[in-house]
């Protein structure tokens, strides 16, 4: 047996936890919005919708069965329409000078393209963690989608997570009711 303090790293026994980041992220998010936009009306959903892209369509012309079964990450909610889709990813997001896509997958932005149209909503926002070198917290970019036609409004935004739960619940609310406020 070798002394405690001896240089060989295979002797020393440990635990590696790994979490799920993108999983705990959502959850988070979904369950501090439940409790500040309840009393304003607004119902959150969490991995709901459950709506399909698409459906084959059968040689007689009918439709036969769903495929690729969408679960938004949370669904806000008002008078039973959908007024904002949030989409969370626990990814570092790019400061603006250095990238103009932030670091946004494209991959993302269709999702929550196909997201507008299939839940009708107005409203879309990719929600990532804060750190230090973004210029500031909440939505930091605002986008049209380029469909003619379409209103549809995505926001990039970013909330610290580190903050006291009170004062992130705070940022929550007023960055979501803010996009949720602003006309179609």
Same mark, same amino acid.
């Given at each position: ?79 039973? $329409?959908?007024? #904002? ?6 990814? *570092? /997001? =790019?400061? %603006?000078?250095? !990238? ?41 970019? $605002?986008?049209? #989608? ?6 549809? *409004? /995505? =926001?990039? %935004?970013?909330? !610290? ?24």
């Amino acid at each position: 047996m070798r002394p405690i303090g001896s240089n060989d790293l295979h002797d020393l026994a440990g635990v590696t936890l790994l979490f799920p980041m993108n999983d705990l992220f959502e959850a988070y998010v979904a369950a501090l919005l439940r409790k500040a936009l309840a009393p304003e009306g607004y119902e959150v959903v969490s991995q709901g919708g459950l709506r399909y892209c698409l459906n084959e369509i059968a040689p007689d012309g009918t439709f036969g069965r769903p495929l690729f079964r969408t679960k938004p990450d949370c669904m806000v909610r008002r008078n039973g $329409r959908t007024v #904002l889709v949030i989409d969370t990813k626990w990814k *570092r /997001l =790019t400061a %603006a000078g250095s !990238d103009p896509k932030r670091g946004v997958s494209q991959a993302d932005v269709y999702q929550l393209m196909a997201y507008a149209r299939l839940y009708d909503s107005p409203r879309l926002m990719l929600l990532y963690p804060h750190h230090p070198d973004l210029e500031g917290e909440g939505a930091l970019a $605002r986008h049209r #989608l380029n469909v003619p036609g379409a209103d549809e *409004r /995505l =926001t990039i %935004a970013s909330i !610290d997570v580190a903050a006291d739960r009170l004062a992130t619940m705070a940022s929550l609310k007023a960055l979501v009711l803010g996009e949720a406020m602003v006309p179609a």
